[in-house]
């Protein structure tokens, strides 16, 4: 079966998506990468939920989110921290927000993806998230911050 190009993109956006859904979890519970990586493969792409069918997430773009926030942690909530604000440190945001800047943090880091995409992508992460709050517009503001920080001549 040949994937279009339009379907892979659906794929890495749900992959992002489930990459914050599961950075959430291991910091909620202490659940481990391996652990979490084998739960969303086996029981949450492509799966019913209250009558939604999940999307099937990119293994490969999942994995190494997941792979590189779990690595790369402490320099991303360091980025993280200089595009906040001085009252508002990574500590004090709510748990999905900082799972979704680490998960796009680890996407910058891996320059695989023009910045622009990756700040596009997670703040639609943030809307599907928080449909009816300003987090999308904060994420955007933040994501931008950490984007010029990392990759300056991607804009």
Do not use: C, Y
């Not at 998506?17 to 659940?31: K, N, S, W």
């Not at 449909?131 to 984007?147: I, Q, S, T, Y």
Request: no cysteine; net charge negative.
């Amino acid at each position: 079966m040949t994937i279009s190009n339009n379907q892979r993109r659906k794929m890495r956006s749900a992959a992002r998506f489930f990459a914050v859904q599961a950075l959430f979890q291991m910091e909620a519970i202490g659940q481990t990468v391996d652990g979490v990586i084998t739960e969303f493969e086996d029981h949450r792409f492509g799966e019913v939920f209250d009558d939604v069918e999940m999307l099937e997430g990119d293994v490969d773009t999942f994995r190494g989110l997941l792979e590189r926030a779990v690595e790369d942690q402490a320099r991303i909530d360091q980025l993280t921290d200089r595009a906040l604000v001085a009252k508002w440190p990574l500590g004090r945001i709510d748990p999905t927000l900082r799972a979704l800047f680490r998960a796009a943090g680890a996407e910058l880091i891996a320059k695989d993806t023009p910045p622009k995409v990756v700040i596009t992508e997670f703040v639609d992460v943030a809307g599907a998230f928080f449909p009816d709050g300003k987090e999308p517009r904060f994420v955007n503001a933040v994501l931008d911050h950490m984007a010029h920080e990392l990759l300056p001549e991607g804009f």
